[in-house]
């Protein structure tokens, strides 16, 4: 059974920073883009970061970029995503998301094949 497993979430003041990390089992991971939504509360989810299976391309969202780095551990089936001069606005739960496809815009748009159970992030201002 597969199952992507996040940890990492909780509650941080503005300008601060956390890492989210996404264990993966019951499958070969080592061939899926990997990466992040987040959803806050009222809104629609939205794409955050992803990295291919090789980890040689990386994609943010515009709103992300430059703040946040997402990283893979092949040998580990982990991914991660180090977030810093973190905003109220990135208050929102994380979820990471597996795809055996290598399209960026399916994967953009949430058609992928696998989510995790998503963890609290918490920016207080």
């Known amino acids: 059974q597969v199952q992507l497993v996040e940890s990492g979430g909780g509650l941080v003041q503005a300008g601060g920073s956390l890492r989210l990390s996404c264990a993966a089992s019951g499958g070969t991971f080592s061939s899926f883009a990997m990466g992040w939504f987040r959803q806050a509360p009222g809104k629609e989810r939205e794409f955050v970061a992803r990295?291919?299976?090789?980890?040689?391309?990386?994609y943010y969202a515009d709103s992300v970029k430059g703040r946040f780095t997402i990283s893979r551990d092949k040998a580990k089936n982990t991914v991660f995503l180090q977030m810093n001069s973190l905003k109220a606005e990135d208050t929102a739960v994380y979820y990471c998301?597996?795809?055996?496809?290598?399209?960026?815009?399916?994967?953009?748009?949430?058609?992928?094949?696998?989510w995790g159970q998503g963890t609290q992030v918490t920016v207080s201002s």
């Open positions: 990295i291919s299976w090789s980890g040689s391309n990386t």
């Open positions: 998301a597996a795809d055996r496809l290598p399209s960026f815009q399916r994967y953009y748009s949430g058609s992928v094949d696998y």
